[in-house]
């Protein structure tokens, strides 16, 4: 019996082990579905920029620059912990027919950018943008709108509490690693073991721009309790619409609910004027 114990008991330890050292490999998934870009802006009838940007530590990032006509805005994208920024054409497609010109680009480690993401890392890359946006093309923060999706919300979050952006939108976001962890991982110590952070909801308390939160109900990866928590803990003026469907498509089958969620957000905090999606 004692050996039996002793057996669970060390390869418990072991497993504990492998989750602490690999918890990178656990977050960030450029892999899935490839690194390689699968389609362009052009493929969707939009005209764009290829666009490259430095970080601060040296690392070149990829991104595309959508231009809109007669802009209301500048929307800077950042997207989740999954594949690359030509995994989110039918968002730019969305985000251009709201009249909003788009920044997006991968993090270091994904799509054609250099180098391994990290937490620390991926800060520089948001900062690398806002740059960007700011300092090279001479975008007025008070236009710009910070949209992050998934552990994009995160860095979204870390931005807007950093700098001062017109407005913030978080789309099915998380409240921290540790807490996704303890809700992935329930029969391990994941709050202990968790090394990254992300903490959005600790963010939050330092963002003075408007927030918009966004999340279903139905999602199966980030519960719908992460998108009640980071509402309740932004500061007013906030929203909450509520979407239906699933965590990667939910935004899809929401529909016109969504598109016009949006519009009135931006029509009520930015001063470019309502556009109507087409």
Do not use: K
Request: aromatic share 10%; net charge negative.
């Amino acid at each position: 019996m004692w050996s039996l114990l002793l057996t669970a008991a060390g390869a418990y330890a072991i497993l504990l082990l492998v989750v602490y050292l690999g918890q990178s490999s656990l977050l960030y998934l450029p892999g899935i579905p490839s690194r390689e870009l699968a389609a362009s802006p052009r493929d969707i009838g939009l005209p764009y920029e290829e666009v490259r940007l430095v970080t601060a530590d040296g690392m070149a990032l990829h991104g595309w620059y959508i231009p809109a006509e007669n802009a209301r805005g500048t929307l800077l994208f950042f997207h989740g912990n999954a594949g690359n920024i030509s995994h989110r054409l039918d968002s730019l497609r969305i985000f251009h027919q709201l009249g909003l010109n788009i920044l997006i680009f991968d993090y270091r480690g994904y799509g054609q950018s250099e180098g391994t993401p990290s937490e620390a890392g991926t800060h520089q890359d948001a900062l690398a943008a806002w740059d960007h946006l700011v300092d090279t093309r001479g975008e007025s923060p008070e236009r710009i709108v910070l949209f992050g999706r998934s552990l994009g919300g995160a860095l979204a979050a870390w931005l807007a509490a950093r700098e001062q952006p017109g407005a913030l939108i978080l789309e099915s976001a998380f409240i921290s690693v540790p807490d996704m962890a303890a809700d992935l991982y329930w029969w391990l110590p994941a709050r202990w073991l968790a090394r990254l952070q992300y903490a959005t909801r600790d963010y939050l308390a330092e963002v003075r721009c408007p927030v918009q939160v966004i999340h279903s109900p139905d999602d199966e990866i980030i519960s719908y309790r992460h998108g009640r928590s980071l509402y309740a803990a932004a500061r007013p003026p906030r929203t909450f619409p509520q979407l239906r469907g699933d965590h990667n498509t939910g935004f899809l089958m929401s529909g016109a609910t969504y598109v016009n969620g949006l519009d009135a957000f931006l029509t009520a905090h930015l001063s470019g004027g309502r556009i109507v999606p087409r």
